[in-house]
């Protein structure tokens, strides 16, 4: 397979990784040529401890030459408010199997988000990798069974992590102001930055009928300075069909938290991303007592190898539109983060 990358930064790296461990060609390109360099000479080997010499650079002035490649796979891994403009140029100017853009889908009010509704016949997946987790697919199915039997009462999700964390993965910046990830208007921020909380919301919407985002509230606080401008964190709430949905994300907390709860009459399903280092883990609790325990061991890495099996193994269209990272999914996840930011300035 022949993989072509946009954005030699942080997921970029993470993908050009992925793909060396999954033996594909791969080509990276970048608009910044000092970005090529430090990818090459810095992020890379830093990150794995080599550069991989299978990883071909290309300068994107060059990129006409490869007009007539034809790529299996091309991935979108610039900041949010580029990668519309940048998936309507590749599918003028590339020849493409299949797209994978970087989660979210774009930047808040993006006016091309109408424009790429019309792509929905297109094999395009979003990068919300954890709800393809094995974690996250054995905590479908024990809320699938316990739906049958159980009633519904909470969904409380928290998706927190501190500023501090973020920087660790992009050690090359000297602060936030340096980045997209502190300007809401870029992309930034933590209802967008931690956006994989709400697309597994809307997996669980769909999965137990519940329409949480009909009559949601919601609160964007933020921290407004001459260079930062950004939600610190954003807190919605709703109640539909008696069951209370409570979602939290921050950018301050002192440990992280990345979890979901489902609340049932005697059931009590919770899933935790990163339980521990390299694990993941879902309890189940049966009148408040502890009913079962599973662990789910991972990588920082394997999460991204995960994410391109899963790209790789859909051949057909119909089992494209099964994915819970098709585009289809990734609109709707962006418009409920428009609802979102909409509804919170009211609060602010």
Known sequence: MRVLIFGAGSIGNHMAFACHKLKLEIFVTDVNPKALNRMQNIIFPRRYGFWSKKINLINFKNLKKYKNFFFDLIIIGTPPKFHLSIFFFINNKLKFDKVLIEKPLTNIFNKSLEKIKKFNNKKIFIGYNHSISKSFSFFLKNIKKTLKSHKLKVVNINWNESWHGIMNAHFWLKSIKKSYLSKFKDGGGALQEHSHGLHLAFIL????????????????????????????????????????????????????????????????????????????????????????????????????????????????????????IQLFNGIKVQEILNKIAYNGKKYI
């Open 205 to 324: 919407n769909k999965l137990t009928r519940s329409n949480f985002f009909k009559s949601m509230k919601s609160n964007v606080i933020f921290e407004k300075k001459k260079i930062e401008n950004y939600d610190y964190e954003t807190t919605v709430i709703s109640k539909n069909k008696n069951i209370l949905f409570k979602y939290n994300t921050n950018l301050y907390s002192g440990s992280t938290n990345k979890s979901i709860e489902l609340i049932f009459d005697k059931f009590n399903l919770i899933w935790i991303c990163n339980f521990k280092k390299n694990f993941d883990l879902v309890r189940i609790s049966k009148n408040n007592n502890l009913y079962k325990e599973k662990f789910f061991k991972k990588t920082r890495s394997s999460e991204f190898e995960n994410e391109l099996k899963h790209i790789i193994k859909i051949k057909s269209f119909k089992n494209f539109i099964k994915s819970p």
